[in-house]
């Protein structure tokens, strides 16, 4: 992939503690799928930065050759590619993701 | 071939799993962006095989989108996938 395009997505993974690549806003999400993860980064009660991948071809193509994985959304951790919506919503319902989010040092404030 | 059967086939050819389920979903996608109309285009998945043991869900995903890349890269535009070993099943 362009280098140019890979020194983007890495600046955007950079630029938060949690960040979403994902289709839509978090306010109107367009994906089902990314629907998902932004209800339960909302319930978690976290900050978190949101990519629209719609927005940008290069960047919705690109972040997938990027983390080696075909789908969107796609949720970052302090740089760490975590997974898409089936591993977000497996890791919340069994609690995995608020362990992993309180051993990165990030604040769940669960409403 | 169907592309559920063509993703049967690969899927177990690659896994021999103790479970698979294809659910052909497009019909509740119809109108909405990636949906061609012809059907076949949103699945759910559900597989359980002995090769996932000792891989974490990130791995265990690849794996499979790896087997369906030519599907994923084509007419599949969603694939919502439970990937577990026969013990995680089992439970």
């Not at chain 1, 927005?55 to 970052?76: A, C, H, M, V």
């Not at chain 2, 002995?50 to 891989?55: H, L, Q, R, V, Y």
Request: charged share 20%.
């Amino acid at each position: 992939m362009d280098a140019s395009i890979r020194d983007r997505i890495q600046g955007e993974i950079d630029a938060g503690s949690i960040v979403v690549f994902m289709k839509g806003t978090p306010s109107f999400p367009q994906c089902g799928f990314s629907a998902v993860v932004v209800q339960v980064l909302n319930h978690l009660g976290v900050d978190y930065k949101s990519v629209n991948v719609l927005e940008d071809p290069s960047i919705r193509q690109g972040i997938k050759d990027f983390s080696n994985w075909p789908t969107i959304p796609q949720l970052y951790v302090k740089g760490e590619f975590i997974g898409g919506c089936d591993i977000i919503r497996e890791m919340y319902e069994t609690g995995e993701l608020m362990e992993l989010l309180n051993t990165r040092g990030i604040e769940v404030a669960v409403d | 071939m169907t592309v559920a059967a063509t993703m049967r086939s690969k899927l177990e050819q690659a896994f021999t799993p103790a479970l698979l389920e294809i659910v052909d979903e497009s019909h509740r996608h119809v109108g909405h962006a990636g949906h061609s109309g012809a059907g076949e285009s949103h699945f759910q998945i559900r597989i359980v095989a002995p090769a996932f043991e000792g891989k974490s869900r990130v791995e265990r995903q690849r794996l499979v989108y790896g087997v369906l890349a030519e599907e994923l890269a084509g007419p599949v535009h969603a694939l919502a996938l439970t990937v577990r070993t026969p013990a995680e099943a089992a439970v």
